[in-house]
Structures are given as C-alpha cells and as structure tokens.
C-alpha cells in the first residue's frame, strides 16, 4: 500500500470516529501541513494554533473527503492554507482596526524550531526552483495568492488582466507546479 492510499485510508477511518487513525494521520502529516501555516502567517505560536484548527476540521469534515485520484494531501494542504490565510486576513483587519495583536505578538515566541525550519527549508527551495520555471508575472500571482493571502480580484487589478483571466494564469501556474514538484 502506498503512503497516499494510507493517507486516503486514514481519512475513510476518521469518519467512522476512529481516534487511532486520526493520530497516524497527524503523526504522517502534521510537519508538512505546519511548515504551510508557517509559512503563510510567519509566526509561530500562531502557526501552532492554527494547526490544532485544521485538524479539528479534518476531524469534523472526514467525512466530505471524496478518492478522485488526486493526493489526499492535497485536500489537505488547501484546508491548512485556505485556514492560515483566513488567519491572516483576520489578522490584518484586526490590525487596521487599531488591535492589541501588537502586544499579543510581543508575548509570542516567533523563532521556528529546528523540525519546522528543516521541513520549510527543504520545500521552500524545491517551491522556490519550481517557481522559476514559471513566468515572472505568474509566479508573482501565484506568491500573491497562496502565500500573500491576496484575493484573485486584488491580483487581477495588481496584473491588470480580466478576473477570470487571472483565475486561469493560477490554474495553470498551480499545474505546472505540481508537474515540477513530482519530478
């Protein structure tokens, strides 16, 4: 059995409430999913909180995971990136409203730790060379999006193209990282 049909297999177990699977899937994929919270909010503690949230939501949402023939982490990476940036984006409404995320930050330690940063240091440059192969503009969206937190409008304004336009420079730029990436 492969690691991913494990993974899928995993998954099918958490719907039916088994507590033993849900721990081998966060033991198998915890590291992977922080280094994406990590990443996108660039805090830690925050990242940590974050994490606890997504596999709530796993827990809860099991049951919606349909086998299409994709990766089950890739279900799972966008329900960890789709939560970090709607962090993010509270986050900086919090701010522009004149919060206290500044003292909150001030008690927080931001320093990752050396699995987390062995983890984002090895998929950070694959990410990065992957990028490279994309166009300047389409790389520039794709940072904007997934690790900026930048809606496609803002992205569309930003390049100047169509809405729909810049929905599909992301499409594509995202398959032609996934092409990379498994290589």
Avoid at 59 to 66: C, F, I, K, L
Avoid at 89 to 97: G, L, T, V
Avoid at 132 to 144: F, K, S, Y
Wanted: net charge neutral.
């Amino acid at each position: 059995m492969s690691r991913l049909t494990e993974i899928e297999a995993m998954i099918a177990r958490i719907a039916l409430g088994d507590r033993d699977a849900f721990g081998a899937l966060y033991d198998a994929t915890s590291a992977k999913l922080f280094g994406i919270c990590l990443r996108v909010l660039s805090n830690r503690a925050e990242a940590e909180d974050a994490l606890q949230e997504i596999y709530v939501k796993v827990w809860h949402n099991a049951g919606r995971y349909q086998v299409n023939g994709l990766s089950p982490m890739t279900w799972l990476i966008t329900i960890a990136r789709n939560h970090a940036i709607d962090r993010l984006r509270m986050r900086r409404k919090a701010e522009s409203r004149g919060g206290d995320m500044d003292a909150v930050a001030a008690m927080a330690d931001t320093a990752p730790g050396p699995e987390a940063l062995a983890v984002a240091a090895s998929d950070s440059a694959q990410i990065e060379r992957c990028l490279t192969e994309l166009e300047p503009d389409r790389a520039g969206a794709v940072r904007g999006a997934y690790l900026a937190g930048d809606s496609y409008a803002d992205l569309a304004a930003r390049y100047d193209v169509p809405l729909n336009t810049m929905r599909t420079w992301l499409r594509r730029s995202l398959m032609r990282l996934k092409e990379c990436l498994t290589r």
